[in-house]
């Protein structure tokens, strides 16, 4: 504890002026904490001079008028930084993600002419074979074979013929795949056109042909994890423009209650073998192709859904209830009925009573948005005392405790009864 | 204005609008002194305990029905009160009957009847008022009997009511005053409170706590934290006014009030011989 203070400063704290004495409604209103802010200052420094106003006023201060720092709330709030925690974490990954799939795509984004565009077509049924996940027996044996001479330098330095017509042909089916793919991911994602994302493919399809050689080894292996990486990556935000012609991305529904689950994203491998499905499970939305889907919702908006239930609860000084959503951080009022100084809360889940001066008692089952007011009554005699503690031990048991009485209910505040403190 | 005539239920108590809109003025005139914002005054009433204020000044005027009321919900309370405030029961009894008198209006002013209820406002609950009223009429009455002792009762308690001996006034170095002075003068108020309360009352960290409605554990540190910020403030004052440090500290440290030597504990500490030293010494080793 303290170390004490010398005894000619405590001698020149005594020694102060007190001025003239606040009424006791000035008084009355400081211990309950109802003055305004200028006016409480005026009272403390009076009090501060004065020893019989602070013996008044500690007098009449009721024993057991005890604040406590956080009043004790017995929601289930077990999981609540579990969820707050995931839900930080699916914000950040989506972010991330997002950032580093914009700057790549930007650095990808030369404007090309349409010759370019041309010549990339042109090459890209050699991309459209890559994308099969599983090719068959013979064109892994085929690749085999491609991948022996690629360690001959000479034979590395070699061009890939591809019949022209024949790639020509490809090169505008896979175009207008993407076409139809980057449409609708456009729709949904509203940042990106497709003539935007086209380029940047056939940019990254130039520069191979540029180069006039085969991917090597470590580029396909480099384009490989790209890919990998983008089927791993969130997929409302922006794996869209880059997402190969067969990737779907689906958003599987959970009808959930609780909407706080953080999203998570899951990867799916199809049963339909050649395509890659990449599932995005998120509180709130409805199932479905998110390809085909109308109202789209980025990832972000996906895992910002804030809680609808729950919360700390507290009061101020002032007698307001506030919540706060944030383990205390940040503290907002909860109106529940004007002129009432309240001085006791209670919360069990959704379940929340408060009381305060003079009876005044509010019960709330839906989380503070709507409250009754609740006049407990016990032989005829209403309760009119301060409240100044509130007790539930579930639904249905509570305690009120005023200045000099005990009020119990067994029936969730049906019926009352009334005792004397001990 | 009409809300809160509807919402005070003074017409029931027999007030009428226009009773109750003066009331009203008065109150603001009293705590806003020469506010013309309608708005701030209507904000300020509406902040008020309208309902409370309504039956307390009815019960000033001499209305039946709010006395009725007004004894139905404070009568048990306020000798619930009084009992927590004089502690011993015929005391209660006393300060609780006292005022009720002052209640009810005993004294006369202009040939008038004047209650005690008249001066209540609705800043606080009247509950809280009644409280305050015999808190004060508590403490008037407890400085007057410690004024006003009888020789009688002095010679049969003996010392319990002789004055306080006065401690001697050392002198004191003016720079050491001064320092301090300014120091506590750059204390916020409710800082000084929970000094002036903890350090000058005795009060326990609970009582401070519960009268600025906050948790033991804060006032703890505050006090605390309060007072090395305060020592800490004066030495730099004192340094400031021309003191090195040292010298300072032995101002502040060294002040003759602060010396606690009991003399008489430490010269029978140092003069008792320990008894049967051999008996013990034996004892030891078998």
Known sequence: MSEGLPKIVLERLRMAEPGGHPDADLLTAFAERTLLPRERDAVLQHLAACVDCREAVSLATPEQAVVPPFLPVRTNWRSWPYLRWGAALACVVVVGAAVTLRQQHAANQ?????????????????????????????????????????????????????????????????????ARNYDSHDQLAGNKTFADSVPARAKEQNEVSVNGAAPS????????????????????????????????????????PSQTEPASVQKAQATGGASTHTAVKAPGVAAGNLNKMSDARTASQLVSVEPAFGGQWTLSPEGLLQRSLDSGATWNAVAVAPNVHLRAVSALGNDLWVGGAGGALFHSSDNGVHWTQVRPRFEGKILTGDIIGLEFKDLAHGQITTTYELWTTSDAGKTWLRTAKP | MQDLYTQSSAQAFGLERGQFSAILSEIVQKYLPGETSSHAAGEFCRSLRVEELALARACAAGSDKAWEVFLTRYRAKLYDVAGYIAKESSAARELADSLYADLYGTSERDGKRTSKLASYTGRGSLEGWLRTVLAQEYVNRYRKRKRLVSLDEEAEEGVQFAAVAAEPVASTDPRLEQAIDQALKELEAEDKFVLASYFLDNRTLAEVARSLGVHESTISRKVDKLAKSLRKQILNNLTRNGMSRRQAEEALLTDVRDLQVNIRARLVQESAAPAFPEKKAKASEG
Do not use: H
């Not at chain 1, 370019?116 to 085999?144: F, M, S």
């Not at chain 1, 790209?226 to 067969?246: F, N, T």
């Open chain 1, 110 to 178: 030369p404007k090309l002419s349409s010759a370019k565009i041309e010549q990339t077509a042109a090459l890209q049924p050699r991309y459209e074979q890559r994308d099969e996940p599983a090719p068959a027996p013979q064109e892994r044996q085929d690749v085999g074979a491609r991948e022996k001479p690629e360690k001959d330098i000479k034979a590395n330095r070699a061009p890939r013929k591809v019949p022209a017509a024949q790639a020509e042909e490809a090169g505008q089916r896979q175009l207008t795949l993407q």
């Open chain 1, 217 to 256: 080894v470590a580029e396909k292996k480099k384009d490989d994890e790209q890919r990998e990486y983008l089927k791993m990556a969130p997929a409302p935000i922006s794996p869209a423009p880059m997402a190969p012609a067969s990737e779907t991305v689906t958003v599987m529904a959970e009808s959930v």
